[in-house]
């Protein structure tokens, strides 16, 4: 249990602190609001959201948190009481370009220490895009350079595309964060069929 003071002094002299019981975010249909990355708030975040009667509390830490008027369990997960509409396409970032390529080179397959690589490069007028752009490990990435990709002696794993928002939730649950709180899942895997 967090007193006042211990809550105060804990997150000045421990700011990751600000990090610890986040809560998993579902749509009203229950599921994940996304799965890459997968939606979470900070404790904060929910139980303002709890205040303002935007969500339902679904799952509970043991960690209480106290206004003078009032006493909160921190959520672990919550439901928002209003549906909202999944978007349709996604968004071309770094992470979603590695989720993409689940987290491996495109050219040799390893895993770990990642850039991104343009297929055709940009010097000889490649776009920054989808269908140009792959995940590369550093020594890929040098041996490739500037070079166009059958010069180069390499060959991609497989054609880059623009990933469909179902093929990134399906890729984007098979690489969960590295914390996975035991009360969230129920609600994480729940659309997958059962083991017999």
């Known amino acids: 249990m967090l007193d006042q003071g211990d809550f105060r002094t804990q997150f000045t002299r421990e700011p990751a602190a600000l990090k610890r019981y986040p809560a998993l975010v579902l749509n009203a249909d229950f599921r994940p ?4 990355p997968l939606s979470l708030w900070p404790w904060q975040e929910a139980i303002k959201a709890v205040c303002l009667d935007r969500v339902q509390i679904l799952a509970e830490y043991d960690e209480v948190v106290r206004s003078p008027s009032r006493e909160i369990r ?3 997960v919550v439901v928002l009481k209003e549906f909202v509409r999944p ?3 996604v968004a071309f970032t770094r992470f979603n370009l590695f989720l993409r390529d689940e987290f491996r080179c495109q050219y040799c397959g390893c895993e770990g220490e990642l850039t991104f690589d343009h297929v055709i490069p940009r010097s000889r007028g490649g776009v920054t895009s989808w269908e140009n752009v792959v995940a590369a490990c550093a020594p890929c990435n040098l041996k490739k350079a500037n070079k166009p990709l059958d010069r180069s ?3 991609l794993m497989k054609p880059a595309r623009e990933p469909s928002a179902s093929q990134m ?3 984007g649950r098979r690489f969960p964060p590295g914390h ?3 009360s969230w899942m129920d609600f994480l895997y729940w659309d997958t ?3 017999a």
Do not use: V
């Open 87 to 89: 978007q349709k396409r």
């Open 180 to 182: 996975l709180h035991e």
């Open 153 to 155: 002696g390499l060959r």
């Open 193 to 195: 069929e059962l083991e």
């Open 74 to 76: 921190i959520p672990s």
């Open 169 to 171: 939730h399906a890729t």
């Open 33 to 36: 609001l996304s799965y890459y």
